[in-house]
C-alpha cells in the first residue's frame, strides 16, 4: 500500500547528521593543520640534517687540527726535554767556571803576595849590596890590589944613611919592572 503524505525524518535524525556533518569538518580541518604541521617539520628537518652536516664536517676539521696540535705538542715537550737537559749542562759548566774562576782569583793573590815578598827581598839584596861596595871602595888609595901595594923597606945608602921612604918605593918600582916575570905587574900597579 501507498500512502499519500512524503516520508519525513524526525528531529533526532536532523540533530544526528549536523553533529556527524561538523565533526567531518573539524576532521578535515584538522587534517590539514596536521599536513602544514609535517610539512613545516619536514622542512626544519632537512635544514637540520643540512646543519648536522656541516657541523660533523667542522668536527671532522676540529678533529685534524686537533691532531696536528697534539703532534706539535709532543715535538714541543721534546724540544723543551732537550732545553731543559742543555740547561742542566750549562748550569753545571757554569758552576765549574766559577769554581776554577775562584781558584784562579786566590792562586793569583798568593802569586802578587809572592812578588811583592820578592820585590822587597830584592829591594834589601840592593841595599845590602851597596852597603858592601861602599865598605869595600872606602877611598881611591884602597882600590888598588894589596899585593900591588908596595912595602917601604928602609936602606942605608952608601953615605951611611938611612934612606927616605919615597926612595925606598921608586926602588922597588924599579926593581919590579926589571924583573921580566912581573912587569906586567908593574904595569897594572903604576900610579894613576
Given at each position: ?93 757554569l758552576s765549574d767556571g766559577a ?46 890590589p894589596r899585593w900591588c901595594r ?43
Open positions: 500500500m501507498t500512502s499519500a503524505k512524503p516520508h519525513a525524518h524526525g528531529t533526532g535524525m536532523r540533530i544526528a547528521v549536523i553533529v556527524l556533518s561538523l565533526l567531518l569538518a573539524a576532521m578535515v580541518i584538522l587534517f590539514l593543520v596536521t599536513t602544514s604541521k609535517i610539512a613545516a617539520g619536514a622542512s626544519e628537518l632537512a635544514d637540520g640534517t643540512v646543519a648536522a652536516k656541516d657541523g660533523s664536517a667542522d668536527l671532522a676539521a676540529g678533529a685534524d687540527d686537533l691532531a696536528v696540535g697534539a703532534d706539535r705538542l709532543a715535538d714541543g715537550s721534546d724540544d723543551l726535554a732537550a732545553g731543559a737537559a742543555a740547561a742542566h749542562s750549562g748550569s753545571q759548566k769554581t776554577k774562576a775562584a781558584v784562579g782569583a786566590t792562586t793569583l793573590a798568593e802569586g802578587a803576595g809572592n812578588l811583592a815578598a820578592g820585590a822587597s827581598t830584592a829591594v834589601d839584596g840592593a841595599g845590602r849590596v851597596s852597603g858592601e861596595r861602599r865598605r869595600r871602595s872606602p877611598g881611591r888609595r884602597n882600590s888598588r908596595p912595602t917601604p923597606v928602609r936602606r942605608r945608602s952608601r953615605l951611611g944613611r938611612r934612606s927616605s921612604p919615597q926612595e925606598s918605593t921608586a926602588h922597588t918600582a924599579t926593581r919590579t919592572v926589571s924583573s921580566p916575570v912581573r912587569a906586567r905587574s908593574a904595569t897594572l900597579c903604576a900610579p894613576v
